[in-house]
């Protein structure tokens, strides 16, 4: 699986926006980009999934470049509650593809 | 549905003892895994079940054994207990089969000690 590259950590004012880059320029065309977060002490989350388009759920949007080798995770109104880690992992479909975690980029949202 | 359920949530273990990581889960997934997560670090994968009867080294697999005890349960074990394996112990699962087959879903996580 291809490796991805985060900055450590962000901040941002509760409300606004949150725009969580991930590098992963040596991605594959059969690989496709997670996002899964952490908060204190709890085990991982997933929040969204995408291969060359760019998805939207209830939690968060995922934009990916044409050339698919970075991302970004929008959380369109950050909260207190989504102060996390936020980890970007890309990965090959399958049933035996596995997550491989990074140290992931750590969110601070402040009131 | 609870979900992946862990028991312990703690334990404290001294250096050379053994001890099992219990697993369940409720939703009839086929894949199951066991993740250690050092301080500050992401988690790394230690071994992974990707269907009942079938068990698979992962990244750091050395110093344990797993059990697929049934479809619902994967238990971890510690043979021989070090303090290199103190770290927090997350089981997880996936079932590529169905529409969240992309999802692994997490438990609470066993937060292990060895002296």
């Known amino acids: 699986d291809a490796k991805t590259t985060q900055p450590t950590s962000m901040d941002c004012a509760e409300g606004r926006a949150a725009n969580l880059p991930c590098n992963h320029s040596?991605?594959?065309?059969?690989?496709?980009v997670y996002w899964y977060r952490q908060i204190h002490s709890q085990g991982p989350q997933y929040i969204i999934h995408?291969?060359?388009n760019n998805e939207t759920n209830e939690m968060a949007s995922l934009i990916i470049t044409e050339d698919r080798k970075s991302s970004t995770l929008i959380l369109p109104h950050a909260t207190l509650r989504d102060t996390a880690v936020y980890y970007c992992?890309?990965?090959?479909?399958?049933?035996?593809?596995?997550?491989?975690f990074g140290k992931g980029i750590t969110l601070s949202v402040r009131p | 549905n609870a979900g992946v359920t862990q028991t312990p949530k703690f334990q404290v273990l001294k250096t050379g003892q053994s001890m099992t990581l219990q697993c369940a889960q409720d939703?009839?997934?086929?894949?199951m895994y066991w993740y250690r997560q050092d301080p500050g670090m992401g988690l790394r994968l230690i071994y992974y079940?990707?269907?009942?009867?079938?068990?698979d080294k992962g990244e750091v697999p050395n110093g344990y054994n797993v059990s697929r005890l049934n479809k619902r349960e994967f238990s971890l074990r510690l043979e021989s207990a070090a303090p290199s394996q103190t770290s927090v112990y997350f089981c997880?699962?996936?079932?590529?089969?169905?529409?969240?087959?992309?999802?692994?879903?997490f438990g609470p996580g066993t937060r292990l000690t060895v002296l």
């Open positions: 997880a699962s996936s079932d590529p089969a169905a529409e969240t087959y992309n999802e692994q879903f």
């Open positions: 040596t991605i594959s065309g059969n690989e496709y």
């Open positions: 995408g291969l060359k």
């Open positions: 992992i890309v990965r090959v479909e399958g049933a035996n593809s596995k997550l491989t």
């Open positions: 939703m009839n997934h086929n894949s």
């Open positions: 079940s990707a269907s009942e009867g079938t068990t």
